[in-house]
Nanobody, 125 residues
């Protein structure tokens, strides 16, 4: 069973950038497709981005329309770490961000078996 721990969240002004990390222990994340989700106060969990097991540079990724062109998901299988580079942040990006692992690449949270505890991202206007 893989354990996931997110880090890198914080408070940033609109237009700024943050990079989230998700460190995995147990089985290496190379065994899993990985995803990022977020949940804003009073809202359901929302898909952000996903990446295949063996993603190649510029490929094997999938993004929500709301973040396409601003966020980039990447993975370092050798170090069992998943990343989410977030640029041009907007106040509506404010949420708790979760990383998750799955046997299949999916936009749907119920396809993911393992979850981190989340990291708070707050974007001020």
């Amino acid at each position: 069973q893989v354990q996931l721990v997110e880090s890198g969240g914080g408070l940033v002004q609109a237009g700024g950038s943050l990079r989230l990390s998700c460190a995995a222990s147990g089985p290496t994340i190379s065994s899993y497709a990985m995803g990022w989700f977020r949940q804003a106060p009073g809202k359901g969990r929302e898909f952000v981005a996903a990446i295949r097991r063996s993603a190649w540079s510029g490929g094997g990724t999938n993004y929500a329309d709301s973040v396409k062109g601003r966020f980039t998901i990447s993975r370092d299988n050798a170090n069992s770490t998943l990343y989410l580079q977030m640029n041009s942040l907007k106040p509506e990006d404010t949420a708790v961000y979760y990383c998750a692992a799955s046997d299949v690449t999916s936009r749907y949270s119920d396809r993911y078996d393992y979850w981190g505890q989340g990291t708070q991202v707050t974007v001020s206007s």
